[in-house]
């Protein structure tokens, strides 16, 4: 599986942007999907999965609230709404997918996207 990020860019904070993350080689719709971040000088983190049906999301409590995945799986795509942007939240995007449930774990994904900067200016 090949996956690829976009619809990164500079926001003010307070705004939003969307994210995709497009799939291809194979369909995704048995994997579960996730979104993990980058941000300089810091460890990549998870910030939020969709197991393969849409019907299961999780969060990390950091954008609990302000972000939504979701996916669409009949176009082998998944996306991240991202409101009410912080400063904080500037990192590189990377979107996963995985055989079996979600996890919270970046390292035992199996696939994985180069990622989309987003830039939240204050």
């Known amino acids: 599986v090949q996956l690829q990020a976009f619809g990164g860019g500079l926001v003010q904070a307070g705004g939003s942007l969307r994210l995709s993350c497009a799939a291809s080689g194979r369909r995704v719709d048995m994997l579960a999907m996730g979104w993990f971040r980058q941000a300089p000088g810091k460890e990549r983190e998870f910030v939020a999965a969709v197991s393969w049906s849409g019907e299961s999301k999780y969060y990390s409590d950091s954008v609990e609230g302000r972000f939504a995945i979701s996916r669409d799986n009949a176009k082998n795509m998944m996306y991240l709404q991202m409101d009410s942007l912080k400063p904080e939240d500037t990192a590189v995007y990377s979107c996963?997918?995985?055989?079996?449930?979600?996890?919270?774990?970046?390292?035992?994904?199996?696939?994985w996207g180069q990622g989309t900067l987003v830039t939240v200016s204050s």
């Open positions: 996963a997918a995985k055989k079996g449930p979600f996890s919270f774990t970046p390292e035992i994904y199996d696939y």
